[in-house]
């Protein structure tokens, strides 16, 4: 199976925020952009006693699984698992710079390790034909030259990895944390370009500092495809033309119409034993800079308290979208 679907624009895959919840939300929003799962332990994934990682699939149209790993023998463990379930993607992390993910010898660190790298892909293809991916830095520490990452990625092409999506700032596993991570290293989209222009059969993806969809939109003349990841979470609505400007297609429903399909899919989630908390937050930021984004918030608060039930939002939510109707 390859990449059936252009993936054009997608949000990044977050830890702690893009959830299931979150994912079924921007699909209302959007039938077309790609999205990544938050990163999955392989373990998490073969030890799976709870039957969390199972509903992981619950979200239709494109969407990646991510994963941590470096063990291949566990990746093919994992692969055995995943390939039964609704993915069209598996991406390996190589970019986290956690001191976690570091003590674990993953993520950004396999950066210097591209033959093990290369043995996961292997182990994982012998369990599925799902396309695998790879999210990578564009270096790590003092490894911060075009040669280091042509390698890594040279290995990847050797694997016949069709799809590399590049973080555009460097890894410094030591005196950083993640959040400093993705601030303190500067962009540097002309490396990205450099590889682009070396593999040119290969889809190469932009990441890093995007901060709307005109940008997004601009970064397809150089490269194959843009992701999103803390402009998405930060205003979720600003993905709304995404399905017009990238894809060709119309998703005119309001932000009210999206509420009334999401509470009815948080009502299947609630009756399974979910939490109201988990369920509305991915709303919280869905009237970003409209007036009345305080009582919104403060009423989903409610919710997340368990107050009220999330139901009640629905009424709140016509009401704002009236306002903007006015100020338009
Ligand atoms: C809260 C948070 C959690 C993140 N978790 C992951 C993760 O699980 N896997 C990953 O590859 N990157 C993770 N990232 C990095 C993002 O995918 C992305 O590479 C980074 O935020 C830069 O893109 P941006 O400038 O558009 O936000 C995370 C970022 C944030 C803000």
Redo the contacts with the bound molecule.
């Keep these: 199976m390859e990449n059936i679907h252009p993936n054009l624009l997608s949000v990044?895959?977050?830890?702690?925020?893009t959830d299931l919840h979150f994912r079924n939300l921007i699909r209302l929003i959007s039938k077309n952009i790609f999205l990544y799962t938050?990163?999955i332990n392989v373990n998490t994934i073969i030890h799976d006693q709870n039957k969390r990682f199972l509903i992981e699939g619950d979200c239709k149209g494109p969407v990646a699984l991510?994963i941590g790993c470096s063990d291949p023998i566990l990746a093919k463990q994992a692969a055995n698992i995943f390939a039964k379930e609704n993915f069209q993607e598996i991406n390996i992390?190589c970019?986290?710079p956690s001191s976690k993910v570091v003590n674990g010898n993953f993520g950004a660190c396999l950066m210097k390790e591209p033959i093990k790298v290369g043995k996961m892909i292997d182990a994982i293809k012998e369990e599925t034909d799902i396309p695998i991916t790879v999210?990578t830095r564009i270096g790590l520490d003092n490894f911060d030259t075009d040669e280091f990452l042509e390698e890594f990625i040279s290995e990847l092409h050797s694997k016949n990895v069709k799809t590399v999506i590049i973080?555009a700032r460097i890894a410094i596993l030591k005196g950083l944390s993640p959040h400093e991570n993705?601030t303190i290293p500067p962009l540097n989209y002309e490396r990205v370009k450099y590889i682009k222009n070396t593999f040119k059969d290969m889809n190469i993806i932009l990441?890093?500092?995007?901060k709307n969809l005109k940008e997004a939109k601009w970064h397809l003349n150089t490269f194959d495809g843009s992701m999103?990841?803390?402009?998405a979470w930060d205003n979720p609505w600003m993905l709304s033309e995404t399905d017009n400007l990238f894809y060709n297609n119309k998703n005119n429903m309001s932000r009210s119409e999206i509420i009334g399909k999401y509470l009815k899919y948080a009502s299947k989630y609630i009756s399974l034993g979910h939490s109201q908390r988990r369920l509305v937050r991915p709303l919280f930021n869905l009237f970003y800079g409209v007036q009345g984004t305080k009582i919104w918030k403060q009423q989903l608060n409610e919710v997340a308290n368990n107050k009220i039930s999330i139901n009640s939002i629905y009424d709140l939510s016509s009401q704002l979208e009236e306002t903007i109707e006015e100020a338009a």
């Design positions: 990044a895959p977050m830890m702690d925020r938050e990163m991510q992390n970019g986290c999210k973080h993705r990441n890093g500092g995007i999103i990841g803390r402009a």
